[in-house]
C-alpha cells in the first residue's frame, strides 16, 4: 500500500526508466526464451537464489521475498504491511527523501508488498555501473537497515488509517474480508494483510523492530534474479544484497486449513445500487497434485473471460451481471477457490443460483471433449506471454523459489497443461469443491436480516 508521496517517486522513476529504454526495447531481441534457463545457489547467510540470465537489455529486476506475509503477524494485524511499507521511509544515514533521490536518480524502481504469505520487495535498475550500484547499496540498506523513523512511522500509520476507512466505503472491498473471515475462520489466513483501524494504532516502533529482526534473515529468504549477468555477476549481486542480514533461523511452518464443515451465507446490508457476491471454500496449496487439473477445469469454469461457463449462464444468456469469474489462489497452505460477481439488488438471488447450479453442474457432468481442447489450446497459446519480459520470469522464479516448486516449473508447463483429461478434471472437482460447503458472502441492499448466517441452501 502506498502514500501519495511514494506513488509520485513510483511515478518519477518510471518514466525516467522508460525514456532511457525507448529505444534499446525497440532494437532488442526477445527478452528470453520461452522456456528460460533456472539456476540455483545459497548465498553464505542461506538466502536461496534463482536466477534466469537475459543479457538482450542492460537491467536487472530483482525481489526478495520473505516468509513474512501476514499469515505471521499474530494477534498484531497489519504488522508485516505496516513493517514493510515503513522500509522505504529511512534506512542508516539515509531519510526517506534521500532515498527516493537515491532511487530517481538512477532511474531505479523500488517497490514493497505484503500478501498473506509473503513480503516482496522489488527492484529493477539499468545494470550501467553507476545506476547499478547506487540502486543495489540502496536496496541492501532497505532490507537490512530501516530505521523506522517514529515521525516516519506516525505518517504513514495516518496514510493507513485513511486507507482502511475508505475500504469500509467499497462493498467490494467490505465483501472481499468478510469473505476471508468466513472461509478461514481462526486460521491466520482470515486476517486481512492490512490490518485493522484498532491494529494498526496500538501497533509500536518496538513491533516493526521485532518483526524485521525475526523475520528478515537468510533462512527466511528468497531472492530471485532475472537480467544483463552473468552466473558470477549474478553471485555477486546476490551476496552484496543479503550481506547485512543474519543467517537466522527459518519461520515455522503455518498451520493446515481446516476444511469448512458446512455452507454459508452472510448477507451484508450496504447502501449500493449493486449486490457483491462471493462464493468459496479453502481450495489449493502450491505444489498440490491436483493443481493442473483444477487449473484447466477453472479455465473453463469461469477462469477464461467472455467464453467461461459461467460467463455464458450468467452474462450472455441472462444478463445478470457484466462480469463474473471463478479462480483458485494457491498459497502455502490451501489458499481460496473463489466464484464472484456484481449484479443488480433486485437480481442478487437469481445470480446466486445461476452461479451455484452452473459450478454444481460442471461438477457433475465435467467438461465436454470441445471445452477442454479449447481451454488447453488458449492456456499454452497464451502461456509464452505470461513469460515474455524479465518481469514476468522474475515474478515466476519468486513463486518457484518461495514454495519450492520444480526448477522444471516453467519448461513443463504446457507439457502438463496438454496432459489434463476430462476425467481428472471431473474427479478433482468432485474430490476437491463442495457446492454444499460453500462460504457466500454478498454485500448490497438486503432484507432485515441482513447480517445473519445461516445455511446456504
Excluded at 523475520?215 to 534474479?225: D, E, W
Aim: hydrophobic share 45%; glycine share 8%.
Amino acid at each position: 500500500m502506498c502514500s501519495e508521496r511514494q506513488a509520485e517517486r513510483l511515478d518519477r522513476a518510471v518514466r525516467t526508466l522508460s525514456a532511457w529504454l525507448a529505444g534499446t526495447l525497440l532494437l532488442a531481441s526477445p527478452l528470453v526464451q520461452a522456456t528460460p534457463e533456472i539456476q540455483s545457489w545459497r548465498t553464505e547467510n542461506g538466502t536461496r537464489v534463482f536466477f534466469v540470465a537475459a543479457p538482450d537489455i542492460p537491467m536487472v529486476d530483482v525481489q526478495f521475498v520473505l516468509a513474512a506475509g501476514s499469515a505471521h503477524d499474530g494477534a498484531q494485524s497489519g504488522l508485516a504491511s505496516l513493517t514493510a511499507a515503513m522500509l522505504s521511509e529511512g534506512a542508516g544515514d539515509w531519510t526517506a527523501d534521500a532515498i527516493a533521490e537515491r532511487f530517481d536518480q538512477v532511474g531505479a524502481i523500488f517497490s514493497a508488498s505484503v500478501d498473506r504469505d509473503k513480503t516482496i520487495l522489488s527492484l529493477r535498475t539499468l545494470t550501467r555501473a553507476a545506476a547499478f550500484d547506487t540502486a543495489l547499496d540502496t536496496f541492501a540498506m532497505l532490507i537490512a537497515r530501516p530505521t523506522f523513523a517514529p515521525d516516519e512511522l506516525e505518517r504513514v500509520r495516518q496514510n493507513r488509517l485513511i486507507a482502511l476507512r475508505q475500504d469500509d466505503e467499497s462493498p467490494r472491498s467490505v465483501a472481499s474480508k468478510a469473505f476471508y473471515r468466513a472461509v478461514f475462520g481462526a486460521h491466520p489466513y482470515a486476517a486481512d494483510p492490512a490490518g485493522t483501524p484498532e491494529s494498526i494504532t496500538a501497533l509500536t516502533r518496538a513491533d516493526l523492530v521485532a518483526f524485521h529482526a525475526r523475520q528478515y534473515v537468510g533462512a527466511n529468504a528468497v531472492l530471485a534474479l532475472v537480467g544483463d549477468l552473468t552466473r558470477a555477476q549474478a553471485e555477486a549481486l546476490a551476496q552484496r544484497v543479503v550481506a547485512g542480514l543474519p543467517a537466522g533461523e527459518p519461520v515455522a511452518p503455518l498451520p493446515a486449513v481446516p476444511e469448512l464443515e458446512r455452507g454459508t451465507l452472510n448477507a451484508i446490508s450496504f447502501p449500493s445500487s449493486q449486490t457483491t457476491l462471493l462464493a468459496g471454500q479453502p481450495g489449493l496449496r502450491r505444489g498440490d497434485p491436483d493443481y493442473f487439473a483444477l487449473y484447466v477445469g477453472n479455465h473453463i469454469l469461469g477462469g477464461s473471460g467472455l467464453v467461461s461457463l459461467l460467463m455464458n449462464e450468467i452474462r450472455e444468456q441472462r444478463g445478470l451481471s457484466y462480469s463474473t469469474y471463478s479462480y483458485f489462489l494457491p498459497l502455502a497452505q490451501l489458499g481460496p477457490f473463489i466464484m464472484g460477481l456484481q449484479t443488480r439488488n433486485d437480481q442478487a438471488e437469481q445470480a446466486r443460483v445461476v452461479l451455484l447450479d452452473t459450478l454444481k453442474r460442471f461438477i457433475t457432468q465435467g467438461p465436454t471433449a470441445a471445452e477442454l481442447t479449447a481451454a488447453k489450446q488458449n492456456i499454452t497459446g497464451g502461456f509464452p506471454l505470461k513469460i515474455a519480459s524479465n518481469g514476468d520470469i522474475v515474478g515466476y522464479l519468486a513463486v518457484i523459489g518461495f514454495y519450492n516448486l520444480p526448477l522444471d516449473y516453467l519448461a513443463r508447463f504446457r507439457e502438463r497443461i496438454e496432459a489434463v483429461t476430462a476425467a481428472q478434471i471431473q474427479d478433482a472437482f468432485q474430490r476437491r469443491v463442495h457446492p454444499e460447503r460453500l462460504a457466500i458472502v454478498s454485500v448490497g441492499a438486503a432484507p432485515a436480516d441482513a447480517t445473519a448466517t445461516r445455511g446456504t441452501p
